[in-house]
């Protein structure tokens, strides 16, 4: 599933009594016109449809889904900034009870702006699976403060580097210790704060 990129007309995920993890579907980018997440009674979140296209899906359907408490997902948001045909979300967990729930909840997600990786703050690979490579550049050395917050902004990793020299610096992190899922980490000098998306399979 992880490389599953396009699905032609119509995109379904129902009636699933175990489905717990959707998060493999994570290079899906094209869902053809209908989505639904609908009747999948162990599912909890939809991270793993993030990088869906808006402009691919046409009528929306979320409901049904008892233990579902996370929609908060970035192709959601932007689709429900401006959807395109119909749009049901109900009888899911708390949060995600309807569009407007949804959408109140997507306001905590950085923009696009601050999401824009620039050649200063590189992450490596992404999506990954247990390390992950951060490379990053400070022009006045000094404190380096790292935090990795999941999609409601609770952060779940901090390091801080202390006495940096000014130049390109590199660090593996070791993020075995958080479940799969989609988060913000951001870079804090004390010249600049930078925020990209990290995706842990």
Request: net charge negative; aromatic share 8%; charged share 20%.
């Amino acid at each position: 599933m992880e490389t599953l990129a396009s699905v032609g007309g119509e995109f379904w995920i129902q009636n699933n009594e175990q489905l717990t993890d959707i998060s493999s579907l994570i290079s899906l980018i094209d869902v053809g016109e209908n989505m639904g997440v609908i009747y999948n009674n162990s599912l909890t979140t939809l991270d793993g449809l993030d990088n869906i296209i808006p402009e691919s899906i046409f009528n929306l359907n979320i409901h049904n889904n008892p233990l579902l408490t996370n929609c908060v997902v970035e192709s959601i948001c932007n689709y429900l900034l401006n959807p395109a045909g119909e749009v049901q979300i109900y009888d899911n967990d708390s949060s995600c009870n309807s569009p407007e729930e949804v959408l109140d909840a997507c306001n905590i997600i950085p923009s696009v702006e601050d999401l824009a990786l620039e050649n200063e703050f590189q992450i490596f690979p992404n999506p990954c699976y247990e390390f992950v490579t951060i490379q990053y550049l400070t022009y006045d050395g000094g404190t380096l403060i790292f935090d990795l917050m999941d999609i409601s902004g609770v952060k779940v990793k901090t390091l801080t580097i202390n006495n940096l020299k000014p130049g390109i610096h590199e660090m593996e992190i070791d993020l075995s210790d958080i479940p799969a899922g989609v988060y913000f980490c951001t870079l804090k000098t004390i010249d600049r704060t930078q925020t990209s998306k990290l995706v842990k399979l």
